[in-house]
């Protein structure tokens, strides 16, 4: 009877220390790989996950696991948005809040940031409900905004901007302005959904960045592949999908987007049916094809659009709910553990415009995952 009561005492107090873990850092340098069972160079949020592991910024779990895809709260968000600002907390007597013990690790953290990330309802933060899209955003805003807004910049943002709460709408369009909120494939922000802990760190590190960012143009993960074309560019995807419908026999669809105040984004999707027999006849034999369909797209969309700049991508994307490596290349693959699916994105060749001109025109190399950036100086 003694060591049953043993063994279980011994498992509850397993179970406790995993439950209630406190977070833990990886040092400066550290191979976060060998840290967090959970992450790896894989998944989408690696590169901007990793630098604010190594700074402190961001914490892992006892068990070994950062839980990227876990929601991330209220309260934890406050941390992160202190930590990520150097919003040093201070000593404090009283918080403001009825539900913030001022005895709490969190306490100092949620009154250094109350400007930025206020409570919910009055004289209550809700520390331990998931924090939303729209707050998120709104705080980062709040401590980075400059300039004002025009009320057509307001409309132009996204698909679902009327669901933004009212007094949020000015933070949010300029966050999708300025890059900070990109939004989803299908051009919608989704302002009441849950912040995961690896969409809140991209946020965050983009917000932290924002100078290095505008200085440097545009990151990776602005020309990732979309399925749906932005408001107000219908007509020039019509247009491009009536001039060049099929590139060396194989049909493509046309996707625009707007990425900045006079940036737009192409993406000329292959037809997913045909992955195999268009590497091997396109890309892998006549290459040069590419570059001269990607010039000639990117001539008429530059003579089409009102924006300075045009770039263009022509390249393959799938979603995937089996996991695909013993048929597609494994460079090509990003494993979403919280959707739980595959997807496939792959860069062939692509053109830059600027003032209806063309700049520059690549091949992307085998292997390379990522498109193809341009000169990032004939961006700004």
């Not at 924006?307 to 990003?334: A, C, H």
Request: proline share 4%; net charge positive.
């Amino acid at each position: 009877m003694k060591k049953h009561i043993i063994f279980f005492t011994v498992i509850s107090l397993l179970l406790c220390q995993c439950l209630f873990s406190e977070p833990v850092k990886a040092g400066e340098g550290t191979c976060i790989e060998s840290v967090f069972e959970d992450l790896n160079k894989k998944h989408w949020a690696y590169r901007v996950i990793k630098p604010m592991v190594n700074k402190g910024i961001l914490n892992g779990y006892e068990d070994n696991t950062f839980r990227p895809g876990a929601g991330v709260s209220r309260e934890e968000f406050a941390i992160m948005f202190a930590n990520s600002f150097n919003l040093k907390p201070d000593p404090i007597k009283e918080i403001g809040f009825l539900d913030v013990e001022t005895e709490s690790r969190a306490a100092a953290y949620i009154k250094a940031v109350k400007p930025y990330f206020p409570g919910k309802s009055g004289d209550k933060f809700c520390p331990d409900q998931s924090a939303c899209r729209e707050n998120v955003v709104a705080a980062i805003v709040k401590i980075k905004k400059t300039g004002e807004l025009f009320d057509n910049e307001l409309k132009n943002s996204f698909e679902d901007f009327s669901r933004v709460s009212s007094k949020l709408k000015d933070f949010i369009a300029w966050a999708r302005i300025n890059q900070l909120a990109r939004g989803y494939p299908d051009n919608t922000f989704r302002p009441r959904d849950k912040v995961s802990r690896a969409e809140a760190a991209a946020l965050l590190n983009r917000a932290v960045n924002l100078k290095v960012a505008k200085k440097d143009s545009l990151q990776e993960e602005d020309l990732y592949p979309f399925s749906k074309t932005q408001k107000g560019y219908e007509k020039l995807a019509q247009k491009l999908k009536q001039k060049h419908s099929r590139l060396y026999g194989y049909n493509v669809d046309y996707y625009i987007k707007k990425l900045s105040k006079d940036v737009i984004y192409v993406f000329v999707r292959v037809d997913k049916e045909k992955y195999f027999s268009f590497n091997g006849e396109v890309y892998k034999k006549n290459a040069g094809i590419l570059k001269d369909f990607a010039r000639e797209v990117g001539k008429i969309a530059a003579h089409s659009s009102k924006e300075e700049k045009v770039i263009l991508n022509i390249g393959y994307t799938l979603s995937l709910y089996y996991n695909p490596e013993n048929v597609y290349e494994e460079s090509y693959i990003t494993y979403i553990k919280d959707r739980n699916m595959w997807k496939i994105n792959r860069f062939y060749a692509g053109a830059l415009a600027v003032s209806g001109k063309i700049q520059k025109t690549w091949v992307s190399k085998p292997g390379d995952n990522l498109p193809a950036l341009c000169d990032i100086s004939k961006l700004q």
